[in-house]
């Protein structure tokens, strides 16, 4: 179900929904931070298709090279957060050239809780991981297979609640209750990848 291709698939797709939405991840940064994510995203995405291995059948290997990319190049706080999200993903894999439903969610999960213990964050506080744990929980909640629609629709509804919580992590913490009815950059771009991988499952 999910390969070397999918996974090669899902970081140039990724890429470009990053580059077209590039501006909206700057102007939600500005509001709530430094208003660089979308620039940071988009030099990390690029150089993760750069660099991407086109030559390996194994899918955990071609996360894990992104995931390497990304932690040197995006910078910012989100670069070593997405970079160990990728990297742990692709580890978490292992060198098989086909995962199915529970090798990806468990990919998923040890990727995202290594991101977790790397930013010092858990659900709640108005971050990327908002999407991402809620995503993984609905992965994990699956059996043999995996509706890309329903994906999409979990990413988005979770995105949507970010909104009405309180940052408490990264730059936008500073706005305390402020920080309340604005959307998260970071949470927005996790939306995005999740969007890309369910169309890349959709092949
Ligand atoms: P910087 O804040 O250094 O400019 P970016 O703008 O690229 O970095 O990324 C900001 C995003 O990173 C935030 O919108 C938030 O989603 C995420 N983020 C920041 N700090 C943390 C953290 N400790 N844990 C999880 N995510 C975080
Ligand atoms: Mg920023
Ligand atoms: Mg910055």
């Known amino acids: 179900m999910f390969t070397a291709d999918s996974a090669r698939k ?28 979308g620039l940071n995203m988009e030099r990390g995405f690029n150089a993760a298709v750069d660099q991407l291995d086109q030559d390996t059948t194994d899918a955990g290997k071609v996360l894990k090279g992104a995931g390497t ?4 190049k995006i910078g910012g706080a989100s670069g070593p957060l997405y970079g160990t999200f990728f990297m742990k993903a692709g580890t978490s894999l292992g060198n098989q050239d086909r995962a199915d439903v529970q090798e990806l969610s468990k990919a998923f999960r040890t990727a995202v809780d290594n ?21 993984t929980e ?19 509804d979770a995105l949507n609640k970010v909104i009405e919580f309180e940052a ?24 995005y990848l999740i969007a890309a991988l369910a169309t890349v499952l959709k092949e």
């Open 10 to 37: 899902w970081i140039q797709l990724s890429a470009k929904q990053i580059q077209e939405n590039k501006d909206q991840l700057s102007q939600l940064d500005q509001t709530l931070g430094d208003g660089d994510h």
């Open 69 to 72: 990319s990304l932690l040197s």
């Open 115 to 135: 991101l977790k213990k790397r930013g010092k964050t858990e659900q709640g506080e108005k971050t990327m991981v908002d999407v991402l744990e809620p995503v």
């Open 138 to 156: 609905f992965m994990e909640g699956q059996k043999d297979t995996l509706d890309p629609d329903e994906l999409e629709q979990k990413a988005a």
């Open 168 to 191: 408490k992590k990264g730059r936008a913490a500073y706005y305390k209750d402020k920080s309340i009815g604005k959307q998260d950059a970071g949470a927005q771009s996790a939306y």
